[in-house]
């Protein structure tokens, strides 16, 4: 199984993108899906988590209402649209899949990912 994240770029304070992750190999509807990032100089943080169906989504507080995670098992790929972007949203993002079920609460955990794409920038100017 293959990531590849791509759409990041620069934006403006209170702009938008909209980044896509194309996933090869078989049965991509079977995986949960998940975005995560990591600002310069920080650790990487859960942004959400995506239910195999995409009925579910779950958040990391600071992006509720701003951010949200859709996917498209036809095309075998995973979205994270970002509205009201903020500078310290500034960030390679990473997308994740993962194989299984895991519980609610373990959704942000990177250990609960099996498989990962190899990041995508993006620079929100103030």
């Known amino acids: 199984v293959q990531l590849q994240a791509y759409g990041g770029g620069l934006v403006q304070a209170g702009g938008s993108l909209r980044l896509s992750c194309a996933v090869s190999?078989?049965?991509?509807?079977?995986?949960?899906m998940g975005w995560f990032r990591q600002a310069p100089g920080k650790e990487r943080e859960f942004v959400v988590a995506?239910?195999?169906?995409?009925?579910?989504?779950y958040h990391v507080d600071s992006v509720k209402g701003r951010f949200t995670a859709s996917r498209d098992n036809a095309e075998n790929t995973v979205y994270l649209q970002m509205n009201s972007l903020k500078p310290e949203d500034t960030a390679v993002y990473y997308c994740?899949?993962?194989?299984?079920?895991?519980?609610?609460?373990?959704?942000?955990?990177?250990?609960?990912?099996?498989?990962w794409g190899q990041g995508t920038e993006v620079t929100v100017s103030s």
């Open positions: 994740a899949a993962g194989k299984g079920s895991t519980i609610v609460a373990y959704v942000g955990r990177a250990a609960e990912y099996d498989y």
């Open positions: 190999g078989p049965a991509f509807s079977s995986y949960r």
């Open positions: 995506i239910s195999r169906g995409g009925g579910s989504t």
